[in-house]
């Protein structure tokens, strides 16, 4: 979707946000200069238009601002929490439940300062979910953030032993294979940032997440908890 404040686009896994050390170029930021006619110039050369990020080899949806007044009405939107971002997730295991709610703080690992983890003293993170399909040593599950805390889904599902599969960092040996980090970045529902016009946008995940159908996710969508 574009218009002339945003764009919604989609991310594929294994593409950087963009620039930094390592990745010059190939970005989605380079890709966006190159298809838009403008992008907000608030997050700096690096970062134009940029409203939010999703980790390299995650796929979805993202919001992308392409001038100031959009960029800082999404950016405050989000403080308060009024962008509803729904993720799905295949995740190890057999769940003892079809639905329920992770509300554990988010902070640097004390044991490896590379990774986060739920710790005392940490950053409030809330995070809903609601299971899809269940199999026999998986299971996909829509997921709802209410924060936006660094890996907090692949965190808060690893501390509860049900880590995201295909997760290098936060999984361990043992786990189901699986072709890429599984998780993906599902809809967005927000008022648009100019009109307050309400927008919601749905991206079908890779087929190997198990080609779920719309209805499928929508009946799943419609039981997750909220706010």
């Not at 009405?73 to 639905?99: D, F, N, W």
């Not at 648009?192 to 995940?205: K, Y």
Request: positive net charge.
């Amino acid at each position: 979707y574009e218009d002339e404040a945003m764009a919604v686009v989609v991310k594929p896994a294994g593409l950087v946000v963009h620039p930094a050390a390592g990745n010059p170029a190939g970005t989605l930021v380079n890709a966006l200069l190159y298809r838009l006619d403008r992008l907000s110039g608030i997050g700096g050369q690096k970062r134009p238009g940029i409203v939010h990020r999703l980790d390299k080899d995650t796929s979805g949806l993202m919001l992308v601002a392409k001038n100031d007044l959009a960029h800082l009405a999404l950016s405050r939107a989000l403080a308060r929490r009024e962008i509803a971002k729904t993720y799905l997730a295949v995740v190890a295991g057999s769940l003892k439940a079809q639905s329920g709610t992770f509300d554990g703080p988010i902070g640097r690992s004390q044991k490896d300062r590379k990774k986060m983890a739920v710790i005392a003293g940490g950053r409030a993170a809330l995070t809903y979910w609601q299971a899809v399909r269940q199999e026999t040593d998986r299971a996909l599950v829509l997921v709802r953030l209410i924060t936006g805390r660094t890996h907090q889904i692949r965190v808060h599902f690893a501390h509860a032993h049900h880590p995201v599969l295909g997760d290098v960092i936060y999984g361990h040996k043992g786990l189901p294979s699986a072709p890429r980090l599984m998780l993906h970045a599902w809809s967005l529902a927000f008022k648009h940032p100019i009109t307050g016009v309400p927008l919601r946008f749905a991206a079908p995940p890779d087929a190997c997440f198990g080609a779920p159908g719309e209805a499928e996710l929508e009946r799943a969508s419609a039981r997750l908890s909220s706010p």
